[in-house]
């Protein structure tokens, strides 16, 4: 009996070791890579309350710098860089009354405008689309519904996504290989014209690539082999073949609740959400109105 509990007690213990993180919360700076100093110090030269830490994201390692960045009014931020230096993200958090104009301007105007916002907005600065900032407000509806809505510098809503609740903006790394990058960009280039790339990531054997195209936040997605699959976009407003097909189907007495438009090489259709009090329906409708 004591050989056996000895025995589960040291399989525990081995798990418990196991299951331990490597990441440091706490990192001296003398263990912080030459070359991760050296690029830091580069880009945020007046900083405040600096520390560094090792977090460790879908298997790649990071070092991230938290500090008050004194020439950015003193605000949050945290940069994060790989082992050679590498820069691959810098996160601030700032008032809601300090992000752009036209961000506010957008979100006042949409349908989340009577949710309760967070006063703090997380700005995003990422590698591979350094151009291209991300203002990330928080917003929670009167049904306890947690989400993120991700905005452009501009005002265009990229998209709204379900708040996890973990606090933490890991998820929003880059994680394309340069190659990749290189590769998703020249396709975008051809077939979209003056597209603004937003985000690429790799998600369940595709390529997502999130662009701003004719002022329009669209999602394209292509195979690993750069084969496009569809291009989808949010629509408000439905053609009349469509809500007529609607009317005469089975899901008359159902109403929109959330719409898409999808472009795919099989032919194009709507995906549609309809709604019938606690009955749901998701349908596919092509554009002459039928049902596919």
């Known amino acids: 009996m004591k050989l056996k509990m000895y025995l589960a007690l040291l399989v525990m213990g081995m798990l418990s070791l196991q299951s331990c993180s490597d990441d440091d919360d706490d ?13 830091f110090d580069s880009s ?28 950015d009014n003193g605000y949050k931020t945290e940069a994060w ?14 008032p809601y009354s300090a992000i752009p104009q036209a961000v506010r301007t957008s979100f006042e105007s949409s349908e989340y405008a009577t949710w309760q916002k967070d006063n703090e907005v997380e700005r995003i600065e990422r590698a591979g689309t350094e151009k291209e900032v991300i203002y990330i407000i928080e917003v929670e509806s009167a049904q306890d519904i947690d989400m993120d809505l991700h905005y452009s510098a501009d005002g265009i809503l990229i998209k709204a996504v379900n708040d996890d609740g973990n606090g ?35 998600e369940k054997g595709m390529i997502e690539v999130d662009i701003i195209h004719e002022n329009q936040s669209k999602e394209v997605l292509l195979s690993t082999n750069y084969e496009w699959i569809s291009t989808s976009w949010d629509v408000y ?8 097909a ?19 090489p ?5 995906w549609i959400e309809l709604e019938q009090g606690e009955k749901e329906v998701k349908v596919k409708i092509n554009e002459d109105g039928q049902f596919i």
């Open 27 to 39: 990192l001296p700076s003398s263990k912080v890579p030459e070359a991760v100093r050296t690029a």
């Open 44 to 71: 945020f030269s007046n900083t405040a309350n600096l520390s560094w830490e090792t977090k460790t994201v879908s298997q790649e390692q990071y070092y991230k710098a938290e500090f008050n960045n004194k020439s």
């Open 81 to 94: 860089y790989k082992a050679d230096g590498s820069w691959h993200m810098t996160e601030t958090e700032m």
């Open 168 to 202: 933490n903006n890991e998820s929003l790394l880059p994680d394309a290989p340069s190659n990749m990058v290189t590769a998703v960009t020249e396709l975008i280039q051809k077939n979209y014209p003056n597209a603004r790339i937003i985000e690429i990531e790799q």
């Open 237 to 244: 407003v439905l053609p009349v073949k469509v809500t007529d």
């Open 246 to 264: 609607i009317k005469a189907s089975q899901y008359s007495g159902y109403v929109v609740d959330d719409a898409e438009y999808f472009e795919t």
């Open 266 to 270: 099989a032919g194009n259709y709507y």
